[in-house]
């Protein structure tokens, strides 16, 4: 993007003025600061030094805000949900289909990650260490890594050697 940041649905966001759809690599760059602010996709992403992508709803909640990536990375060397100026703890999640490696060196702390809806044969793998902050098992919160929304089946989750995935109850 390049622009400054702001919500991702806004067209002022993105160089070229147009948000991005699930056939765009997005970059987000320099001190950016993107909000997601409602569920949105992408072919594959990139958020670099110190930009951030994070969506400004606290946890617990029902339902995240989604980034979908329809590629086959996530690149994170910036941050990826975390805190912000006024949520302590981040509701970003990701949602993937086909086979999605997630790295980088930053700070990635979404709070839910799992398949498209429907997703067949699908895989998601940590190639970076991240944390996955949630808010309980029942009511608003619930669990942080899934193997299905939907039909789903066949998904696998991989965590590289050497790479830690920290599961965070909140």
Known sequence: NGTGGGNWSATTTWSGAVVPTQNDSVIITGSDKVVLDATFSCYSINITGSAKLYTNIPLPVTIPAYLRVYGSAIQVDGTLGDKTETVANDAIGIEFTGH?????????????????SNTQNSSFTFDADATLNYAGSSGTGGAALLTENGTSNNITINVNPGKILSLVDL
């Open 100 to 116: 999605v490696t997630l790295i980088g060196t930053g700070t990635i702390k979404p709070a839910r990650i799992r398949p498209v």
